[in-house]
């Protein structure tokens, strides 16, 4: 621990020393497209601490003229990714799923296709976390994944970065329990504080969060709380709910695109963009004239990724990750967007099928009226 | 298969995302060729010289003057535990030109405020970007720019927040228009030495105390008066005394030393204060004070107790308890002996180190003792040092938002958006309800303002009202800078401010300083010192070397103006007004 508390002493400083030993110990599973976003991810796992990061990589995919444009710098292939990994942090454990499906499974895994060893892995619940990078993998297959990870009570990630777009949509289970500390309780150990001399006033005005997370290792008020996540599936077939159906319905179209069209068309932007419209009449998502104008934009980059925008999305979705961790602090529920043009990050709640609206809007009324106090 | 299309050395796919983002052509020819600064290679700085090299950035110049220490592992990913101890910006370059043969990164070791950067330097990039850690040297950068009317992209990140600023001096909000809040809080003497009211007071008195015994005593020192008790003195005396007592030993000398030290600054003080509080209603808690019988019971034992390894497993440990009176005399006691016997070996003055065990422990120590003598919260060696070493929580997944935002603004800009188009970019974990959609946003975009505009300047004037003007005069960087051009080997100060500032700028100059108070002219200075003076009025401005740095010019009527004096051949002398507003 010694040497660790220095190198991570900023961060402990930040979350406390159990959140700490949580990341430390803790086990995520990668899994996509050998991106930028999954080099950016691994990369800041790695540097937070995380103790063992296992990297998949789905290499099925056929080259076609809509084959997306990665911009990766730590390694031409996984197995040298993870040896640039590991000199970033040589204390965690970072292996590709051959190497450790050859250490922990004592028979060899009969199953050649890489989904079938990936679910076996997850299988083996040695995972508390995994994140899909999802990179032209079909819906079938994240839907899989996502139907796999929930059985076996792991969280699940779904990241994809298109173009100058990042989406992340989090599935954790139908249960998910965290450690809220609400305003109130903040103020009450603020008040607490104050009456034993004990606040930190580096910067009174815009450090309030960060000071209360400063000693959330001896904060005592805790609540906790419950959520309830929709299934990707069913995220991914309600989009027409969502606040922003402009982006969403652009995720449906690049996820069909990349299955279906790219394969076939001579692919241009304005074929693209053409497609993309008979996709909106097709599905009837209705969309403002002025929306649709930077839509058209938005294929142009369908299949490029920006090295500035995967890592954004990998920073945030990092942040998500140690949250997931040390149950500390509401993750992002469910649904989060970047867009890099308008500089906007922002956390959209679509709503599953199945959960009424009503009950979602109490959810919403609850957390609201504690941010108004 | 697999190769062509991961290889990492094929700056085509990186080129394609630029292209295809912004659908132009001409940004890759932009980006190729747009020389860029990076002031900073830190947190963030690392992330931004990642993005721009793969953004396609060739050209980039890097100035840092730091070197890389162990707590940087956990965000800067450029360097690693073999390199603790090296140059920042070094480093960083070797690893960045391993990573990507094709750039061309140019380092400088070096203050951004020296002289090595005069305004050309700056007028040779397409964009800055700043990612200093520093209010002062931000400060500095954001003046700079502005003389130099260049594109700088401020940057910043303090835990789980973080800011992305673009700033164009004329059009934009510069760094300056919003007072930042003061980075370190002026506490009252007498609230040092008599009167703490928070444990802060207490380790700000202990880090005082330490440079009273074993660093260089500053003016500023509220406990400057109590220079006999540095060790260089003590050890004077002890010398001294020396041809007369032979018996006394080193060890003696030690004991000696620590107990005149504990004495004073933990009994007598703590004595005196206790005295001063009888009138007032509030007084002193019983104070733990030991006997002499104990004292010297603690001097003989510490040497056993304690180690610094032990000391050094506390201070990592956030959950460790706050030390009690006793415990913390032991320590006190402890560190004092290494710190005199340190002090013995090197013969020179030391310097408080958070870091280094020892001196935090010393810290820790006595801020404990004087904490319990006047009722406060001690805290525990952990928290001492983020106190004392002002140190900032950092992320490497805040920093990787930040970084990466940046460079993305970069390349909206040299695609043609205007900077004031651009917006200043948040990113705060603290959840905002949006009425419309009712959901959270963790990056939020702000609209950037204009500077203040100009007739509010003038309108103070008018009014001179005292409150007004200071308010007004608040963003002197947007409106009032000079920048004077001129051979500076043959232009006299008299013939800048005669033919330049009167002539020229229909100024009344009062006076004309350097930022590290070298007044170079004084108008009422003159029949004072007459010698002085005239021969600062014959020198010219290379001989002063006061050109190519940042000169506050107070003008008769209350109004300051920023000067800048660019050295450039075979001009007589020309001044211009940079940024009039209205004209946008």
Redesign the interface.
């Known amino acids: 621990?010694?040497s660790s508390?220095?190198?991570?002493?900023?961060?402990?400083?930040?979350w406390?020393?159990q959140t700490q030993s949580k990341i430390l110990k803790s086990k995520v599973f990668l899994f996509g497209y050998?991106s930028?976003l999954l080099e950016?991810l691994a990369?800041?796992l790695v540097?937070?601490?995380v103790g063992t990061l296992v990297i998949g990589k789905y290499?099925e995919y056929t080259?076609t003229s809509g084959?997306p444009?990665?911009?990766?710098?730590?390694?031409?292939?996984l197995e040298e990714l993870v040896k640039a990994l590991s000199?970033?942090n040589?204390r965690a454990q970072i292996q590709t799923v051959n190497t450790f499906v050859e250490k922990h499974f004592s028979e060899k895994v009969e199953e050649q296709n890489d989904i079938q060893i990936v679910s076996r892995l997850i299988e083996t619940k040695s995972f508390e976390i995994c994140c899909l990078i999802c990179e032209r993998i079909g819906c079938p297959v994240a839907f899989a994944l996502n139907r796999i990870c929930r059985d076996n009570n792991t969280l699940f990630v779904y990241a994809e970065v298109i173009?100058?777009l990042g989406f992340l949509i989090l599935d954790l289970g139908s249960h998910y329990t965290y450690h809220y500390l609400n305003k109130s309780s903040k103020r009450a150990s603020r008040l607490r504080s104050t009456n034993?001399?004990?606040?930190?006033?580096?910067?009174?005005?815009?450090?309030?969060?960060?000071q209360v997370?400063?000693h959330s290792?001896s904060m005592s008020i805790e609540n906790e709380r419950t959520l309830e996540y929709p299934t990707l599936e069913q995220v991914l077939s309600n989009i027409r709910q969502s606040?922003?159906p402009l982006y969403f319905s652009f995720l449906a179209f690049v996820r069909r695109w990349k299955e279906e069209y790219c394969m076939t068309s001579q692919d241009c932007l304005e074929d693209r963009q053409r497609q993309f419209e008979m996709f909106l009449q097709l599905h009837k998502i209705d969309i403002k004239k002025s929306e649709l104008q930077s839509s058209y934009?938005f294929c142009?980059?369908m299949?490029?990724?920006?090295?500035?925008?995967?890592?954004?999305l990998?920073?945030?979705l990092?942040?998500e990750i140690?949250k997931l961790i040390s149950r500390n602090?509401?993750p992002i529920f469910n649904t989060?967007i970047?867009d890099?043009?308008?500089?906007?990050?922002?956390?959209?709640?679509i709503p599953s099928t199945k959960v009424d609206r009503k009950r979602s809007r109490e959810d919403?009324k609850e957390?609201?009226t504690v941010?108004d106090i | 298969m697999d190769d062509e299309c991961h290889s990492h050395a094929d700056p085509s796919n990186i080129y394609k995302g630029a292209e295809h983002c912004f659908s132009s052509c001409q940004i890759v020819e932009k980006i190729r060729h747009s020389k860029i600064l990076l002031i900073g290679v830190g947190g963030v700085g690392c992330e931004v010289l990642k993005n721009l090299v793969f953004s396609g950035f060739v050209n980039i110049h890097l100035v840092d003057l730091d070197t890389i220490s162990v707590s940087n592992l956990n965000r800067q990913f450029l360097f690693r535990s073999e390199d603790v101890g090296k140059w920042k910006a070094v480093v960083a370059k070797d690893r960045i030109t391993k990573l990507c043969p094709w750039s061309q990164i140019t380092v400088s070791v070096e203050n951004i405020r020296s002289k090595e950067f005069p305004l050309e330097f700056f007028k040779q990039f397409a964009a800055v970007i700043c990612a200093l850690d520093n209010h002062k040297a931000r400060l500095y950068v954001n003046e700079v720019c502005a003389f130099a009317q260049v594109p700088l992209f401020e940057t910043g990140s303090t835990g789980y927040q973080g800011q992305v600023t673009p700033i164009l001096a004329g059009s934009t909000e510069c760094y300056n228009c919003e007072p930042k809040p003061q980075q370190t809080e002026h506490i009252a003497v007498c609230t040092i030495r008599h009167r703490p009211e928070s444990v802060e007071h207490c380790i700000v008195w202990a880090m005082y105390l330490f440079d009273v015994l074993f660093g260089n005593l500053e003016d500023s020192n509220p406990l400057s008066d109590e220079k006999e008790y540095k060790v260089s003195h003590l050890a004077r005396e002890w010398t001294f005394e020396d041809g007369a007592r032979k018996t006394s030993t080193e060890q003696e000398w030690e004991n000696m030393t620590c107990e005149r030290v504990v004495n004073k600054f933990f009994i007598e003080d703590l004595q005196f204060v206790e005295s001063l509080k009888k009138d007032t209603l509030s007084s002193l808690s019983i104070l733990n004070i030991p006997t002499q019988e104990q004292l010297r019971r603690y001097l003989l034992n510490v040497d056993t107790k304690y180690s610094v390894e032990d000391l050094k497993l506390e201070e990592q440990n956030p959950h460790q308890l706050v030390w009690t009176c006793d415990k913390a005399y032991e320590v006190l006691i402890f560190c004092l002996k290494q710190l005199l016997r340190r002090w013995k070996e090197s013969k020179s003055a030391l310097t408080f180190d958070e870091n280094d065990t020892i001196s935090l422990a010393f810290v820790t120590a006595a801020s404990t003792v004087r904490a319990s003598a006047f009722d406060i919260v001690a805290k525990n060696s952990f928290d001492v040092r983020g106190i004392a070493g002002r140190i900032i929580p950092a992320l490497s997944i805040t920093n990787a938002v930040i970084g990466d935002i940046v460079v993305f603004q970069l390349l909206r800009f040299l695609s043609g958006t205007c900077m004031k188009d651009l917006c200043n970019a948040r990113l705060s974990q603290v959840s905002r309800p949006r009425p419309r959609y009712l959901d959270e946003v963790i990056i939020t975009p702000e609209f950037i303002r204009p500077p203040v505009a100009e007739y509010v300047c003038r309108l103070s004037l008018v009014c001179l009202s005292e409150r007004l003007f200071g308010k007004i005069l608040r963003c002197i960087i947007c409106h009032q800078l000079l920048l004077v051009t001129c051979d500076a080997r043959n232009v006299t100060v008299r013939q800048f401010i005669e033919d330049g500032l009167k002539k020229q700028m229909n100024m009344e100059p009062f006076s004309v300083a350097t930022d590290v108070g070298y007044i170079i002219y004084d108008s009422e200075q003159d029949c004072e010192v007459p010698v002085e003076a005239q021969r600062i009025d014959k020198s010219t401005i290379a001989q002063l070397q006061v050109e190519e740095q940042p000169l506050s010019i107070l003008d008769e009527s209350g109004v300051y103006y920023r000067g800048w004096i660019r050295h450039q051949c075979d001009v007589s002398l020309s001044i211009e007004r940079i940024f009039s507003f209205g004209d946008d």
């Open positions: 621990m010694s508390a220095i190198i991570y002493d900023r961060q402990i400083r930040l406390g020393l050998h930028g950016e990369k800041d540097l937070t601490g290499s080259e084959q444009k990665f911009v990766t710098y730590l390694g031409h292939d000199v970033l040589p173009g100058a034993r001399n004990e606040v930190i006033a580096l910067d009174d005005s815009d450090s309030d969060s960060a997370d400063n290792y606040p922003y934009n142009s980059f299949n490029v990724e920006l090295i500035s925008v995967s890592s954004c990998a920073g945030v990092g942040r140690v602090e509401k989060f970047f890099a043009f308008s500089c906007l990050g922002s956390i959209v709640y919403e957390d609201s941010y």
